[in-house]
């Protein structure tokens, strides 16, 4: 079989010009060549070389521009170039065995086949020639391409030497089932279940790039079932393996919760391709196992799991080794508020609650909408109709609050620092108290939001507690005006 027509670019001809006058063999080989007959894009391409990589990968750049420029790594034989959109990786055919312990391989030179031989999957190890006459010849020993077409995934090895070379690619393996929607052959995924605890050998940061994978894969609960049917998941994530099963007591049962969680995934998966908001589904449910209770004649409970999720999230990113910054903090508010606007449905949506909710998610309230709406996921067509329109209901609500009192980005108009000069009180638990009083009197929409209505409730308010202006209004809004132009200088 030839691909000749589909490596028509100005690096794939140097090489082969090269390797042709030199006769010398060299392939392009791995997920490029996968890529190109499942024709998805790819960025990276791999050449491999019998002999010196990083002596073709220089003659190739310096005859397309001398100034591109090439970077190579002697002890490993590798050399790089970004030439237009992509990468282009060289290296010398190799053999590998690896040490038990540790992911780095002992290396020698080798054959092309001895290099497909050694990689993880037979629809990774494909190679088109680049030599003339076979230029674009397909070589596929261990039937990639039959493989490719069926959707399986097999290791060119036995699974068990290809997985112990590499622990890694037993995440791998259940990543591209994710990705591709294929099918793990059988022999692999016993040996992975087999293997499961191998993976302690791998850095945290590297399983972390395969669960986003598998994450940003268009159903990705493909990859997170196979996760948690081959046991992987109890080792990486148990929180959320804790969360598979059904309870059942007095003839009343729960909702599995990790696959309603694994539905909620899907279902955002195709509303968004933000990695972090996908997280918050994933793991908006993550504090129901530990606040599971049976109440007597009613039910199975789940009271506060919003709360004790939110709590959960830092100590799971700590240990997975997950980002501790803004995204931490923006899938902990997620979790936390993920059941406010169901509870808006539920009962009469009032200003004052929208309110409330657009002060506490302010620019993350659409995502939350979309979490919510993706959080729907009853079979009843009905209900789930019902659920759409109510929110839908909300969100206008949303939109008509947001317009008249511009809660989402709120800063109360008077501050701590205006009530202390204004009763000339030091800082104490009664100005907390007023500034309060003030928020609250602007969020359930007693006055509006703005410094005059604020001042008015404020001197209202604090003569209750015995407190009289020291300052007038005008005095105090030119004191500020003065602080404020100090500080611009
Ligand atoms: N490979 C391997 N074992 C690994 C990682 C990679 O055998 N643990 C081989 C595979 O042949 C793979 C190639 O190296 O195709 C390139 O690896 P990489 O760039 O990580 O993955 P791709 O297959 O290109 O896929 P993607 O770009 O989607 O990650």
Redesign the pocket.
């Known amino acids: 079989m030839k691909f000749s027509e589909n490596i028509q670019n100005i690096v794939f001809q140097h090489i082969s010009e090269i390797v042709t006058r030199q006769n010398q063999p060299a392939y392009v ?4 060549v ?2 190109l007959i499942l024709g998805r894009a ?3 391409v ?1 050449i491999v070389v019998e002999g010196s990589g990083i002596a073709l990968a220089k003659e190739v750049a310096r005859r397309i521009d001398p100034k591109i420029k090439v970077s190579f790594f002697k002890s490993y034989g590798t050399a790089m170039f970004r030439y237009k959109d992509k990468e282009y990786e060289f290296v010398g055919a190799r053999k590998e065995s690896y040490n038990r312990d540790s992911r780095n391989p002992e290396v020698e030179d080798g054959s092309v086949e001895d290099d497909q031989l ?4 037979t629809i ?2 494909l190679a088109l020639s680049l030599a003339e006459p076979d230029f674009g010849e397909l070589m596929d020993p261990f039937n990639g391409y039959a493989d490719l077409k069926r959707g399986i995934i097999r290791t060119p090895r036995d699974p068990k030497v290809t997985f112990s070379d ?1 622990p ?2 037993m995440l ?1 393996a259940i990543r591209f089932a994710a ?1 591709l929607n294929f099918h793990i052959d059988e022999q692999a995924y016993d040996a992975i279940v087999a293997n499961v605890e191998r993976l302690e050998i791998i850095s945290k940061e590297r399983i972390n790039e395969e669960l986003h ?1 598998i994450m940003l894969a268009p159903k990705p609960s493909i990859g997170f079932k196979l996760l948690a049917k081959t046991g992987i998941l109890t080792y990486i994530f148990p929180e959320l393996a804790a969360m598979q099963g059904v309870d059942k007591r007095e003839g009343m049962a729960h909702k599995d919760n990790l696959f309603h969680s694994l539905k909620v995934l899907d279902n955002i998966a195709r509303l968004t391709d933000d990695l972090w908001l996908r997280w918050a589904a994933l793991l908006h449910d993550i504090g129901k196992p530990p606040t599971k209770r049976f109440v007597e004649g009613h039910g199975w409970t789940f009271h506060g799991h919003e709360y004790r999720g939110a709590k959960m999230i830092p100590g799971i990113f700590r240990r997975m080794k997950l980002p501790l910054n803004q995204k931490m903090k923006y899938v902990q508010k997620m979790v936390s508020l993920h059941m406010r606007p169901i509870v808006l449905v539920e009962d009469e949506v009032t200003d004052s609650a929208v309110r409330r909710l657009l002060f506490e998610a302010g620019n993350e309230i659409e995502d939350l909408m979309t979490l919510c709406e993706a959080d729907i996921t009853s079979k009843n067509h009905e209900k789930v109709q019902r659920y759409l329109q109510n929110y839908q209901i909300v969100r206008q609500k949303l939109q008509e609050v947001e317009e008249k009192d511009r809660i989402r980005n709120f800063q109360p108009p008077i501050t701590g620092e205006i009530i202390m000069q204004a009763f000339g009180v030091g800082p104490s638990k009664i100005i907390g108290d007023i500034k309060q009083a003030i928020k609250n009197a602007i969020l359930d929409g007693k006055i509006s939001n703005n410094f005059d209505e604020a001042w008015a409730f404020m001197e209202q308010y604090a003569a209750d507690y015995g407190l009289k202006l020291l300052k007038s209004k005008g005095d105090v809004i030119a004191d500020e005006d003065q602080a404020k132009s100090e500080d611009d200088r």
């Open positions: 080989i791995g997920g490029f996968r890529d790819s960025k990276d791999d050694r990689r993880d999957f990774n190890a590499d890694l690619r791998r990705q994978k």
